[in-house]
């Protein structure tokens, strides 16, 4: 239901745009949302946005950050620009709330 791409190895004060598309639902009709997951750790949720376009972004990630979505294609997308170290993970798509079946995720390195 969500193949997220986009992923990769970037440094420091890079970027990159994460792209996730969604199916077997009514994707205009539902909130989605980023989430990532380091080993050892919960699922962090990060970004999320509402069928209305309204956003909002985990303190760690605002500012930095921008969750878009694109109702034809059913896409989501998430602009990541000054990367950091920190922002190292396994990065998902999903609804908001989720639903019980997530995607492959997209791996983001940021390492010089």
């Known amino acids: 239901q969500f193949a997220e791409t986009g992923g990769g190895l970037v440094q420091p004060g890079g970027s990159l745009r994460l792209s996730c598309v969604a199916s077997?639902?009514?994707?205009?009709?539902?909130?989605m949302a980023w989430y990532r997951q380091t080993p050892g750790s919960e699922r962090e949720l990060i970004a999320g946005?509402?069928?209305?376009?309204?956003?909002k972004y985990a303190d760690s990630v605002s500012g930095r950050f921008t969750i878009s979505r694109d109702n034809v294609r059913n896409t989501a997308y998430l602009q990541m620009n000054s990367l950091l170290p920190e922002d190292t993970s396994v990065y998902y798509c999903?609804?908001?709330?989720?639903?019980?079946?997530w995607g492959q995720g997209t791996r983001v390195t940021v390492s010089a």
């Open positions: 946005i509402t069928n209305r376009d309204e956003v």
């Open positions: 999903n609804m908001r709330p989720p639903s019980a079946v």
């Open positions: 077997g639902f009514d994707f205009n009709m539902r909130s």
